[in-house]
């Protein structure tokens, strides 16, 4: 990983994606004085596009035939990755993991029908304890495709390597919590 890169990404994610100083709710249930609102980051062009690189660059020796991940803070790293990965000429698909099943039309869980031996690879924007990404990952592996590693792009260093390791998934942080000052 280029360090330029990570530096930029670092300091990307710093002005529009971390708020600190009020105490709030993660998605664990947790409570924190620091939280990365990770979309203005995710929806960004250069954001995007850093992502999807250094998500590419983390997974190009893994045999990979989608990137999925949970709606909704996933889906914009989905997307980076897919449309980099063209870019690159890596042809990845991607596809949406819903929390729940929609209530109309194929009411699936997982919006993509997958061929024997799939291989996924579950992103996420932010992981804390992981409970988002191994939902992902359990789903992806109820209909068949094979899931062992995770990519998130900012890691809380709250528990989620661990989480994902009792479940057989290695996770690879983009970029961590302690590149960053929380302390306001």
């Known amino acids: 990983m280029k360090m330029d890169?990570?530096?930029?990404?670092?300091e990307i994610v710093g002005e529009r994606s971390l708020i600190t100083g009020k105490e709030m709710t993660l998605t664990s249930g947790a409570t924190s004085r620091f939280y990365?609102?990770?979309?203005?980051?995710?929806?960004?062009?250069?954001?995007?596009?850093?992502?999807?690189d250094m998500l590419l660059d983390a997974i190009e020796s893994r045999e990979v035939d989608y990137v999925a991940g949970l709606e909704m803070g996933a889906l914009p790293v989905v997307m980076a990755a897919v449309l980099r990965g063209r870019e690159r000429g890596h042809a990845l698909d991607g596809f949406c993991v819903r929390k729940e099943p929609k209530g109309h039309g194929t009411r699936r869980l997982v919006e993509r029908e997958l061929g024997p031996d799939a291989k996924v690879v579950v992103v996420e924007d932010v992981t804390t304890t992981g409970g988002s990404a191994l939902k992902a990952a359990e789903a992806v592996r109820e209909v068949g495709g094979e899931v062992s590693l995770a990519v998130t792009v900012v890691d809380r260093l709250e528990g989620a390597r661990a989480?994902?390791?009792e479940h057989g998934l290695e996770l690879i942080a983009l970029i961590e919590a302690s590149d960053f000052d929380t302390s306001s």
Do not use: C, N, Q
Not at 5 to 10: C, D, E, G, S, T
Not at 36 to 52: C, L, Q, S, V
């Open 5 to 10: 890169v990570k530096a930029r990404l670092i």
């Open 163 to 165: 989480t994902l390791s």
């Open 36 to 52: 990365f609102d990770m979309k203005p980051t995710t929806f960004d062009g250069e954001g995007a596009t850093i992502i999807g």
